[in-house]
């Protein structure tokens, strides 16, 4: 049976661009037996020039596209902190897409903590840059908890999005190593360096940009390699957790030999 996907994005920049354009191209392409339902985007029209490059998009795939301005949504609603309207933002939301009924949603680039009833409401994946059981925070927090720590791997994980932050259950991961070969030469310049004074150097710092590249790279392909398993029904998930294809709890499933062969064209 054919997936049926929902589609949450800012629609920022190039990142967002290229998740909509593999999995469409997947799609259309007959590699991925799935349907992206309606994509939503957190900002209207004239709002940003990647947004709206991003609708356009939308727009040349015949995807239906349903948009509701946080900005504006904030500002009507009395301003002040974002989590103060988080709530009543996504209600709304979710009003607009009751027409819909997707199997999954997928979080890319979305840079919204979505609210509990919509995760309630929804199946939802979300991209995290770490391992199961990894730092959790926003992908700049979680690097530099790797350097702090001194680890020798990281990867990425797509989980299902609930109220706890970076914590709902994992359909699938990959990881890759940050030591030896051309990290070797970027741990020792930073050797005996606290944090502290690293971060004053931004994401230019040099170990921080070759872990930040690593991850990049693999993300695309992970996602795709989930949404092929669920397509296939190898995985679904229900009720909020992640269950194989006879209904039983899954544990998080290592594909890195899947998205290896993706990263070598294979």
């Given at each position: 049976m054919m997936l049926k996907l929902g589609w949450f994005s800012t629609g920022r920049g190039t990142g967002s661009r290229g998740f909509l354009e593999l999995v469409q191209g997947q799609i259309a392409a007959g590699?991925?037996?799935a349907l992206i339902e309606f994509v939503f985007t957190n900002r209207e029209r004239g709002e940003a020039e990647g947004s709206d490059r991003f609708q356009e998009m939308v727009k040349?795939?015949?995807?239906?596209s349903v948009s509701l301005s946080s900005q504006r949504y904030q500002r009507e609603h009395g301003g002040g902190p974002w989590a103060r309207h988080r709530d009543g933002f996504h209600r709304q939301a979710m009003e607009m897409l009751s027409g819909y009924r997707p199997d999954v949603c997928v979080l890319a680039g979305y840079?919204?903590?979505?609210?509990?009833?919509m995760c309630r409401r929804y199946s939802m994946l979300n991209l995290h840059p770490a391992l199961p059981g990894g730092p959790k925070g926003t992908w700049q927090q979680v690097i530099?908890?790797?350097?702090e720590r001194h680890a020798d791997r990281s990867g990425v994980m797509v989980h299902v999005a609930t109220e706890e932050l970076d914590a709902g259950p994992v359909a699938?991961?990959?990881?890759?190593p940050i030591r030896s070969g051309d990290f070797?030469?970027?741990w020792k310049a930073v050797?005996?360096?606290p944090v502290s004074e690293l971060q004053r150097e931004g994401e230019e710092q040099p170990l921080f940009k070759c872990i930040r590249a690593e991850g990049l790279r693999r993300e695309r392909p992970l996602l795709l390699v989930v949404l092929r398993a669920l397509a296939a029904e190898?995985?679904?998930?229900?009720?909020g957790q992640v269950v194989d294809g006879s209904g039983r709890p899954a544990k998080p499933k290592d594909m890195n030999a899947e998205v290896e062969r993706l990263l070598a064209g294979r």
């Open positions: 590699r991925l037996d040349g795939y015949g995807i239906p840079m919204l903590i979505t609210s509990g009833e530099w908890q790797l350097i699938g991961y990959c990881s890759f070797d030469p970027l050797e005996g360096r190898e995985l679904r998930v229900s009720a």
